[in-house]
């Protein structure tokens, strides 16, 4: 009988078929954040040089994200364990504390990449009067995806 | 939406073609199978040999109403469970299918009761899926653990089949058949999605091939 030869060359066709792509994505969830100036109504691009950026965990020491390199947009990292992510900026002399408020829940990037935070980005963006003048959130929503984000929020100097 | 649309026209094209295909019976006493047909898939036992964190199992049943005409019902629960590296998986349920298949072996001797028959099915899936144990790696503000996710979906979608069925002895038939699915709503949870779809597959692909090879016996209810 030819029919078990044909359940059997049938189950090794599925077995064949079965396959897990490999992960080629992070978990961490980064704002894309672009320097602009504002003069008369005209937006333009800047770059900042010499700018050193510091992350601030509750409780925990500061860690050190850009190191006096110049830069026209920077990547920040955000906080999955609190309602916002704060950051301190240093150019030079100037010196200022960034408040990125956001909510977050968890997302399957996929199942070779398992899990990340999708953070959505609040209105209420805070900063002393140190350096940052205005913002302007292009795009709240943050995820681990990166490839159709050109830019999160503009930060005026 | 643009998933829908498509869905549509291809759910359209579907119909027009059982259609074009279904020519109904000019004679008198034409049925060939006189009772409902009871099948198992059997394929369902081989992939759990081949994936043992995947159970299921489908019954079918089939009746020819007019001649070469099939309506079938299929039924059956889905179940998985796997373990990676950052997370656990696991999702269950029951699903239906209700469709036609045409027998396109047009034999002139109705003691004859092999069939190749295409046809088409929609299926729809209730199901739950959840994950547990969730890590998320974080060198920046430090690793986050999630809590229990977990969520109530319905899967739906469409299938054309192509099969054989032979009957080995009076009544008792074997065959297999090979299916090509579209998923009707593959965003139905944009969260964490489906992995597996209980009658359907990988709920990350919007279209998939799929096999049987299932048993059947037919009750003869009716003499000829």
Sequence with gaps: MKAPLLFLSLSLLAISCTTLEPCEEDSISEVVASFKTESGGLVSDTTISALTVYGIREGQDIWLLYDSVAYSEILLPLDPHHDFSRFVFETGEQTDTLTLPHNSEIYLISYSCGFGNQFTLGRDIQYGAGMFVNDTIINPIVNTSLEEVDTHIWLYF | ?224
């Design chain 2, 1 to 224: 939406m643009i998933h829908i649309s498509g869905s549509i026209s291809k759910a359209g094209l579907l119909v027009l073609l059982i259609l074009t295909l279904w020519r109904p019976a000019s004679g008198q006493d034409t049925l060939r199978t006189y009772g409902p047909r009871f099948g198992l898939d059997l394929a369902r036992f081989a992939f759990i040999l081949a994936d043992p964190s995947e159970l299921g199992a489908e019954v079918s049943v089939d009746f020819e109403i007019i001649r070469n005409l099939y309506p079938v019902i299929e039924l059956g629960y889905n179940s998985i469970a796997e373990s990676e590296d950052y997370f656990k998986y696991a999702a269950s349920g029951f699903y239906g299918r209700i469709g036609l298949d045409y027998n396109l072996i047009n034999l002139k001797d109705r003691s004859q009761h092999h069939a190749f028959t295409f046809g088409a099915r929609y299926g729809i899936s209730v199901f739950s899926h959840s994950a547990e144990d969730i890590y998320i790696p974080n060198p920046y503000w430090g690793d986050y653990v999630s809590e229990t996710y977990e969520k109530d979906l319905t899967g739906h979608w469409i299938e054309l089949v192509a099969g054989i069925k032979a009957e080995l002895v009076p009544n008792l038939f074997m065959g297999w058949s090979l299916r090509y699915k579209f998923l009707l709503n593959p965003g139905m949870d944009p969260q964490v999605q489906a992995q597996m779809v209980p009658g359907y597959g990988n709920g990350g692909k919007d279209s998939g091939f799929g096999i049987s090879y299932s048993i059947f016996y037919k009750i003869p209810l009716l003499k000829k």
